[in-house]
């Protein structure tokens, strides 16, 4: 496996490329040209500058996270093969400058859905954090106002204000869109982009739903061992490929994780690897990446890694804020390079007692 951070880019991004530079044990970063919308092309020149400067601070861009899909594709209606040609013309671009794993979601509307930005820990530190009461005593119109105060200023992705501002519009889009469909949709989209993949040898790897079910009554299905096998059989290349993120599946407790991670043997192309704490079953936090800090045991997600022959990219994931940094919530410097350095730790203590 190679270690490495999300960075966000010099533009977007509060940490700089020589702090994660100076994290043992990482030599690269997950990156993105955040600027971007989904559906459109990403321009050469960009992808080659962003790689360039990765490189001369002694990294190198392990992959991308994400090209996101434009929403056409996910709802199926009748403009997606403008906007699938689109994200074949991206994909080409990245494999022509050898970038080779590409991490994206089919989740509609949201990305991620966190109910707080900022709950305060015992020691001081602040967390994202969840809770389904606080999602069902929401309008899906005021979940962006109700969290975006405590955003530090950034950017969240998914959550960018054109897009929130245009909600009313999103889930009258996605109406008649249920589980089936967005399946098929899926289907549809990697059926596409797969002759260009195999082309380049670019793994995609799809993130999953986070939380790993329905929000505000919109299909989600990256969700579990049942669905994720179905998407990879449905689409049997190995270039159809998961990122596996232990926080996104771990937010339903009945996801054996390890037994997943075995499950996916070959197909994981990209690793997520962060904690949760579990208040109750409806309500987590996002905790230090330590297993005794949280619910998981972190020592067995690594080893079920190690197990299958895991070699790409892996990383901490959200990370609390500590130390007094601002920064986007779950993307400070302090807390990921500490997950990433206990992550190393129980690698290297697995592969040399293995
Ligand atoms: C998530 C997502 O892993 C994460 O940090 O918060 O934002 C993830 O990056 C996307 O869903 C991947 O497309
Ligand atoms: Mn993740």
Request: aromatic letters at 10%.
């Amino acid at each position: 496996m190679q270690m490495t951070l999300r960075w966000y880019g010099s533009k977007y991004d509060t940490v700089t490329l020589k702090q994660i530079r100076q994290i043992p044990g990482v030599t690269g970063v997950i990156s993105t040209l955040y600027g971007t919308k989904p559906g459109e092309v990403w321009e050469m020149e960009d992808i080659l500058a962003l790689k360039k400067e990765i490189e001369d601070a002694g990294l190198t861009l392990a992959g991308i996270e994400s090209v996101n899909i434009h929403d056409a594709i996910k709802v199926g209606t009748p403009d997606r093969d403008q906007y699938i040609d689109n994200y074949i013309t991206t994909l080409e671009r990245l494999g022509q400058a050898g970038i080779h794993m590409v991490c994206y979601n089919f989740m509609p509307v949201f990305d991620w859905t966190r109910t707080e930005l900022a709950r305060v820990r015992p020691d001081g530190s602040t967390v994202l954090a969840y809770t389904q009461e606080a999602v069902d005593a929401l309008n899906p119109e005021d979940m962006f106002a109700s969290i975006s105060a405590d955003a530090n200023g950034a950017i969240l992705p998914g959550w960018e204000p054109e897009r929130m501002a245009r909600i009313k519009e999103l889930f009258e889009m996605y109406k008649d869109v249920d589980d089936e469909k967005l399946f098929a949709n899926l289907k549809y989209f990697l059926e596409r982009i797969m002759p260009v993949c195999d082309k380049y040898d670019i793994n995609m790897a799809i993130h999953p739903d986070d939380p790993a079910w329905s929000v505000f009554g919109l299909p989600r299905i990256i969700i579990n061992k049942a669905n994720i096998l179905r998407m990879m059989k449905m689409v049997d290349n190995p270039h159809n490929g998961v990122t596996f993120c232990s926080g996104s599946y771990g937010t339903n407790l009945e996801n054996d994780l390890p037994d997943m991670i075995r499950s996916l043997k070959g197909r994981i192309h990209f690793a997520h690897v962060r904690n949760l704490k579990f208040n109750s079953p409806t309500d987590f936090e996002e905790s230090a990446h330590l297993s005794s800090d949280g619910t998981f045991d972190m020592y067995e997600i690594m080893l079920a890694l190690y197990d299958i022959g895991f070699t790409g990219p892996i990383r901490p994931d959200h990370g609390r804020m500590i130390w007094d940094e601002v920064a986007m919530p779950g993307y400070g410097l302090y807390d990921r390079a500490l997950g990433a350095t206990y992550l190393n730790g129980l690698w290297e203590a697995i592969v040399k007692t293995h």
